[in-house]
């Protein structure tokens, strides 16, 4: 005699023997497009975010991505693909023209640069839009600069 199992209802029984009961078919390739855009339209729940966040100096490392120039990334938002960062150029550093993604907003805090053919010092304030070109950008005395910015800008030869 065949001993019941424990803890398992009568219809996750029933439904058990009836999916090992019939031939394996498999769905049409179709299906999982379908199923893909479903999901996209369906509300997905993402966690709560923070009510507020503070950023002390010594929390974040300062990162060297290109030669004479620094990154010290405050905020990153993978969803939004967006980032606040301080930049630093070191004098005579060059930062490679690229093309954004999103709006980039830039705050000169200390030193000059020259970008997109304007002479930036401290307290000057510059918005490229999105899908705009940034050709070199670069600074000859050193710079230090809040930017928002997409994380997905796009190098351009």
């Avoid at 120039?69 to 693909?81: F, Q, R, Y």
């Avoid at 930017?147 to 796009?154: L, Q």
Wanted: hydrophobic share 40%; proline share 7%.
């Amino acid at each position: 005699m065949k001993k019941p199992r424990q803890n398992t209802d009568v219809g996750e029984q029933v439904a058990a023997e009836l999916a090992a009961s019939g031939p394996i078919i498999a769905p049409p390739a179709s299906l999982k497009e379908q199923l893909m855009a479903q999901i996209a339209l369906e509300p997905q729940e993402l966690e709560e975010p923070q009510s507020f966040s503070v950023v002390r100096p010594d929390q974040v490392e300062w990162h060297e991505v290109g030669v004479g120039i620094s990154l010290k990334v405050l905020h990153h938002d993978p969803v939004g693909a967006r980032m606040t960062a301080l930049v630093r150029l070191a004098p005579g550093a060059r930062f490679a023209a690229h093309r954004h993604a999103q709006v980039e907003e830039l705050y000169v805090l200390e030193g000059n640069c020259l970008c997109a053919g304007e002479f930036l010092q401290a307290g000057d304030y510059h918005r490229a839009e999105a899908q705009s070109v940034h050709p070199v950008t670069s600074s000859e005395q050193g710079c230090l600069a809040l930017v928002m910015t997409s994380s997905h800008n796009e190098p351009v030869e």
